[in-house]
């Protein structure tokens, strides 16, 4: 799938801009604070329905004005069709249109532009805690699979009725007789998403160190390793296998859940370590070297959404290239041959892109002529 053109009236710095996309690598060069990542803000709130810097509509409001409205042509499964969102200042609600009929809700958009989005905040999921890291797992894997987004949603409701017992049974000692049953459903669900996980992780992880092997020039090693609960001899088991060594965990700690009062089995406490040449990344990356999985892993996510769908989502990377040396900046800009691409940089970077170039200067977006 592909942006054709968008086109932008008061949103954020923009007063009013028309720009049409190459099929291939665009790159979208310009000082700071000139409108780069508003562009790529534009693309993601017409593609997923938020922005990715803010929940706050009004903010993308361009200031003084009464509304903004975004319309992209875009071309996906064999047509064209357009997106329109208008914001509004104030409390009147957002409207949505595709192809000129209005849509009641957001998900009547979905899967017509699909983007996954590189932005230098994902680079904390690599560096910070496993709560961000399973938050990109699920996400992605909510997306592609309805019955784990159930299964999720379940269970973290489950985890939250047992977490309120074990904090509040001293007071009222009847509450552990619920246990029994929060465990039970606790397991079913948490065993289809601990065999989900493993699954969608092996196959980002084939991917995302065929990337970085490029990426590099084969001199690194990316990995990706799956930790779960301790029990759980393989994680991509079949779900009722992996019910049953839940259980098994879940009695070995009842006591010590009970003790603690907090919620100490199950999937919420996963995580996942990425290694490159055998050094974990959280704790010895480089900056560079992180950035690089980073976008690995993006580019992976790319593969695994086009392999469920059949269609290529567009990859938007936002201020991709610092921290990388010219090798790998090359890489990016002229080996993600696939698909449609939009990276924006700073003056600095003195990279020339396949593709088209454009200069993005207050609020404007201007081509740049070879
Ligand atoms: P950098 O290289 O520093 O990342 P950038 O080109 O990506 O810069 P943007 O984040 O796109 O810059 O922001 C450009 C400008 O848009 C900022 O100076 C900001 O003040 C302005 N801006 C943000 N929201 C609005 C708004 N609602 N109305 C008008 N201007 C806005
Ligand atoms: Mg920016």
Known sequence: MRILDLTLYNFRNYEALQCAFDPGINLFIGENAQGKTNLLEAVCYL???????????????????????????????????????????????????????????REALDGVLNTVLFCPEDLSVLKKGAAERRRLTDDALCQLRPRYAKALEEYRRCAAQKAAVLREWHDRPGLLDLLPEYNERMAQTGAIIIHSRAGYLRHLAAYASAHHAAFTGDSERLELNYQTVSTVADPAAPAERIYGWLREHQESHR???????????GPHKDDFELTINGLSVRTYGSQGQTRTAA???????RDLFEQDTGEQ???????????????????????????QVLITCCETDRVTAAGRTFRVESGTVRPVED
């Open 47 to 105: 593609s997923r329905g938020a922005a990715f810097r803010t929940r706050k509509e009004a903010e993308l409001i361009r200031f003084g004005s009464e509304f903004a409205e975004l319309e992209a042509r875009v071309f996906s499964y064999d047509r064209e069709q357009r997106m329109k969102a208008v914001l509004f200042a104030g409390r009147r609600p957002r409207q949505l249109f595709l192809s000129g009929v209005k849509k009641l809700t």
């Open 255 to 265: 006591q010590a859940e009970i003790a603690a009062g907090q919620c100490l089995s």
């Open 295 to 301: 976008i690995s892993l993006k580019l992976a996510e």
């Open 313 to 339: 989502p567009v990859l938007l990377l936002d201020d991709v290239l610092s921290e990388l040396d010219a090798g790998r900046q090359d890489f990016v800009v002229n080996c993600i041959r696939s698909g």
